[in-house]
């Protein structure tokens, strides 16, 4: 089985600087634009690439935090669709896997 001391803290650690990564994306985002239209259009681009940034980083921030709630009430690494365990290569390739190999093949069917 996957130690979970080890992920917990490498998550908690993920979680920090994505966290920071955030509220620096928020605060560029929150800057004035430039009067300038040509300015303007350049930086109305930028902000879309980084509400795509924050987006993403959003996302990655639910993922851990699930995984960390799973990880403290122990049903880190038991599939939420049979109830068996996930397995620990599965879970070492994806950490924030919620389905054993055999319910994440259904489910895509």
């Known amino acids: 089985m996957t130690d979970t001391k080890e992920l917990k803290s490498q998550l908690e650690q993920r979680l920090i600087a994505l966290e ?12 004035a634009h430039s009067q300038d239209w040509e300015e303007r259009t350049s930086e109305i681009s930028g902000d879309e690439v980084l509400e795509g940034l924050e987006s993403s980083a959003m996302d990655e921030i ?14 880190y690494g038991d599939c939420g669709g049979c109830g068996k365990e996930i397995g620990a290569k599965r879970l070492a390739a994806l950490p924030f896997a919620v389905l054993c190999i055999h319910c994440a093949n259904r489910a895509a069917s």
Request: proline residues 0%; charged residues 40%; neutral net charge.
């Open 20 to 31: 920071a990564r955030v509220a620096n994306l928020e605060s560029d985002l929150r800057t």
């Open 62 to 75: 639910t993922q851990i935090r699930s995984v960390l709630k799973r990880i403290d009430d122990d049903s």
